[in-house]
Each structure stands twice: as structure tokens, then as C-alpha cells.
């Protein structure tokens, strides 16, 4: 006996298939548009960004790059120097001059030694008449010692003069030498040290207006960052909502549509029926 006799074939299943809408939900989409209606507005206003500004020279480094243009500061002394130290080689190079510091007197010193040497030569002719010798070999002899000694006195005397004349002529050179070289030596150093006044000065001029240059370049670019501050306030602002709404709670809502393909009731027939002859058949089997 057949259970699948006359029995219709089961009809092909359809396939299953779904279908899935996922989008914000309404408010917060409605929001989200508002937002790129806003971002969309603050773009299209074109910026114009502030000029990056360098602060000038202030009028103190003006001061002192016109001092610092002016060459040969101390050059007065300096030159001064040179030729004080040239006069002193030349005054050492040349003799003392001696003229100046003979004695005014030694003429006078001269003709008393030839007056008392005139008198000693009158008592010692004197005494050679009264001796009854005037003319005699003696007293030729005495009249040439007194004559000589006369003589003596006077170049002694004049040496005398000539070398107090001469210590005297060459400690005036050696001063003069020596003041001339002294004097040079501190032009020298008082002209170095006019250059290096200035040059002080001129670090100080630079120093003090760089300190003001820098305060105005701050002060201008602190301008700039308050100026592009205000510029993008609008972008932060629109990027805030952004963010907030990026982090806010879920916004997305979804719909699923499914189908799935029917079992016929023959199909179902047929599986009941395999089932129960299954039983069957087992059934039998363990009876007999």
C-alpha cells in the first residue's frame, strides 16, 4: 500500500529576503540639517585674515644705529697721542740745548777771578822791585805760576758752569721726553676709552629699544590672535554642536521588513505521513 500514491509535488519555496531603513531619528536629524544649513552660512562668509605685522626700530635703536655709523669716536685724542709720543722722539733724538741754562753770572764770576789774579800779579811785582828782582828769572817764574793758576780758576769755573748747565739742560730734556711719551700713552688710552664709551652707549641705546620692539611686536601679535579669535568664533561654534551632537545618545532609528517562503499543506500532508509510516514500520518490526 502506497501512501504517496495520486499525491501532488510540493510547490518551490520562495526565497527569504530583508530589508533594513536605518536614519536619524526626526528631531535630531531636523537638528543635524540645521547645523549643515548653519556650517554652510558661516562658509560662504569670506574671511579676511589680518596682515602679519613687524613691529619697527624703536627711536632709541634708531639713536643708536646713527651712532654706531659714526667712525672714529676717540680719533681726536688717539691722534693727539701719536703726535705727542713723535715730539718726544724727536726732542730725544736732538741735543739738550744748554744756551738756555748757563749761568748769567759766570761773566762775572770770570772777570773777579782775572780782577784778584790782576792783583796778585801787582803785589807780586811789588814785592820783586822792593826786592831789587823786578825783571829777574824769579819773578818771571812766579808771574807765569800766578798766570797759569788764573788761567785754571777761570776754566775751572767755566767748566764748573758749562756742567751744571748741562745736567740741568739734559734733565730738561729727559722731562720733556718723558712727558711727551706719558702724555701720548694717556691720549692713547682716553681716545680707546671714548670708543669704548660709545660703544657702551650704543649697547645700551640697542638693548633698551630692542626691549620696546619686542613689547610692540607682542602687543601686535597679540592684535592678530584676537582678531582671528573673533573671525573662527562662528566655526568653534558650529563645531561645538558638531561634537555635541556626535556624542549625544543614539539617533538612529530602524525598520526591518522580512518575508519567508510558506510550506504548502500537501507538503505538510506528506512529511505527516512519512512520519507515521516510519512508526509503523518500526512497530511491526518489534511485534514480530
Known amino acids: 500500500m502506497s501512501f504517496f500514491g495520486g499525491g501532488r509535488s510540493s510547490a518551490p519555496s520562495t526565497p527569504s529576503t530583508q530589508t533594513s531603513i536605518v536614519r536619524e531619528a526626526p528631531g535630531i536629524e531636523e537638528r543635524k540639517i540645521e547645523l549643515m544649513d ?35 669716536v676717540g680719533g681726536a685724542a688717539t691722534t693727539a697721542g701719536i703726535g705727542s709720543v713723535l715730539g718726544a722722539q724727536q726732542a730725544a733724538a736732538a741735543g739738550p740745548n744748554i744756551s738756555q741754562f748757563f749761568n748769567p753770572y759766570q761773566s762775572y ?9 790782576q792783583m796778585q800779579q801787582n803785589q807780586l811785582a811789588a814785592q820783586a822791585v822792593g826786592s831789587g828782582a823786578f825783571g829777574g828769572g824769579r819773578e818771571g817764574v812766579q808771574q807765569a805760576e800766578l798766570q797759569r793758576g788764573i788761567l785754571d780758576a777761570v776754566g775751572r ?9 748741562l745736567g740741568a739742560a739734559q734733565r730738561q730734556q729727559g722731562l720733556q721726553v718723558q712727558t711727551g711719551l706719558s702724555a701720548g700713552q694717556q691720549l692713547g688710552a682716553f681716545g680707546q676709552q671714548q670708543q669704548s664709551m660709545a660703544q657702551q652707549d650704543i649697547n645700551q641705546l640697542m638693548g633698551a629699544g630692542g626691549v620696546q620692539r619686542q613689547l610692540a611686536q607682542a602687543t601686535l601679535d597679540a ?20 561634537n555635541l551632537y556626535a556624542a549625544g545618545p543614539k539617533t538612529q532609528s530602524g525598520v526591518t521588513l522580512g518575508t519567508q517562503p510558506s510550506t ?8 505527516t505521513g512519512i512520519g507515521a509510516f516510519a512508526a509503523f514500520q518500526g512497530s511491526k518490526a518489534t511485534g514480530g
Open 223 to 242: 592684535q592678530r590672535q584676537s582678531t582671528l579669535q573673533q573671525q573662527y568664533e562662528p566655526y568653534q561654534r558650529a563645531e561645538f554642536l558638531a
Open 109 to 117: 764770576v770770570t772777570d773777579e777771578i782775572l780782577r784778584q789774579g
Open 38 to 72: 548653519i556650517a554652510r552660512q558661516v562658509a560662504n562668509q569670506p574671511i579676511t585674515l589680518p596682515q602679519i605685522q613687524v613691529s619697527p626700530f624703536t627711536q632709541l635703536e634708531q639713536t643708536g644705529l646713527t651712532q654706531a655709523g659714526q667712525t672714529g
Open 264 to 271: 504548502s499543506p500537501l507538503a505538510q500532508a506528506v512529511g
Open 157 to 165: 769755573s767755566r767748566a764748573q758752569g758749562f756742567g751744571t748747565a
